[in-house]
């Protein structure tokens, strides 16, 4: 096993063959740091190293909220699954499907949310979740792939963030760092859940 590997939160191989760290072929000038390489398709590469410390980072900034206070969106089918389960081990407040207009600056709607930071898993899709937030003053971590618009987004974790099973990956992660902090998780080793259980609502 590689130095690299050893110091990671997952052995490297999880983040490839789960493709978490394949972009897309366009890229967002902002998220040019992130970018290891390029496949001989044209597909960019995120630098595995930096997603797997912001996941770390990510993990302890959001363990300082109380978990109703966090509102995890995924407005995309493959983020339900995920979304849904990080909510339920984390004990956030899943957001999937739709969002309505004013759900988080509109005190009127019986929709209406006060969270005190917000999880996005896809920036280009939940635009309207990102700039409400922002006009709150509301921080936002977000999953960000390489053509993703990040001008709103106060944290970054730069991933595959469309892939049925790099979502499932960086979301089961984040439940597992975010229970290790929070002292309910003595150690990675004593979890029993796997990131393929991330993959499906039952």
Same mark, same amino acid.
């Given at each position: 096993?590689?130095e690299l590997?050893d %110091?990671?939160l @997952?052995?490297e191989?999880?983040?490839k063959?789960?493709? @978490?760290n394949i972009?897309?072929n366009?890229k &967002?000038r902002?998220m040019?740091?992130?970018?290891q390489?390029? %496949?001989?398709d044209g597909?960019?590469?995120? $630098?595995? !190293?930096q997603l797997d410390e912001r996941?770390?980072f /990510?993990?302890r900034?959001?363990s %300082?909220?109380?978990? $109703? !206070?966090?509102?995890?969106?995924? =407005?995309r089918?493959n983020?339900? &699954?995920?979304?849904? !389960?990080?909510?339920?081990?984390?004990k956030?407040v899943?957001?999937?499907?739709?969002?309505?207009?004013?759900t988080?600056?509109?005190?009127?709607l019986?929709?209406?949310?006060?969270?005190?930071? @917000?999880?996005?898993? $896809?920036?280009?899709n939940?635009? %309207?979740?990102?700039? #409400? /937030?922002?006009?709150?003053?509301i921080p936002? @971590? /977000?999953?960000?792939d390489t053509d993703?618009?990040v001008?709103?987004i106060?944290?970054?974790i +730069?991933?595959?963030n469309?892939?049925r !099973?790099s979502?499932?990956?960086?979301y089961? =992660?984040?439940?597992?760092?975010?229970?290790?902090?929070r002292g #309910?998780? +003595?150690?990675?080793?004593?979890w029993?859940v796997k990131?393929e259980?991330? #993959?499906?609502?039952?």
């Amino acid at each position: 096993m590689s130095e690299l590997s050893d %110091q990671l939160l @997952v052995p490297e191989e999880v983040y490839k063959t789960s493709n @978490v760290n394949i972009g897309t072929n366009r890229k &967002a000038r902002l998220m040019s740091r992130f970018i290891q390489g390029t %496949q001989s398709d044209g597909v960019y590469i995120l $630098d595995v !190293k930096q997603l797997d410390e912001r996941i770390k980072f /990510a993990s302890r900034f959001l363990s %300082q909220f109380q978990p $109703d !206070k966090i509102v995890a969106v995924g =407005l995309r089918r493959n983020a339900f &699954a995920p979304v849904f !389960k990080f909510s339920a081990h984390t004990k956030c407040v899943p957001l999937t499907g739709g969002f309505t207009a004013g759900t988080f600056t509109n005190p009127s709607l019986n929709v209406y949310s006060e969270p005190d930071a @917000v999880l996005i898993s $896809d920036p280009l899709n939940e635009t %309207q979740p990102v700039l #409400e /937030a922002a006009e709150m003053g509301i921080p936002i @971590v /977000a999953v960000c792939d390489t053509d993703s618009p990040v001008e709103y987004i106060d944290y970054v974790i +730069p991933a595959n963030n469309r892939g049925r !099973k790099s979502l499932a990956v960086i979301y089961w =992660l984040l439940a597992r760092e975010i229970l290790k902090v929070r002292g #309910e998780l +003595p150690s990675a080793a004593e979890w029993t859940v796997k990131p393929e259980d991330f #993959e499906r609502l039952n």
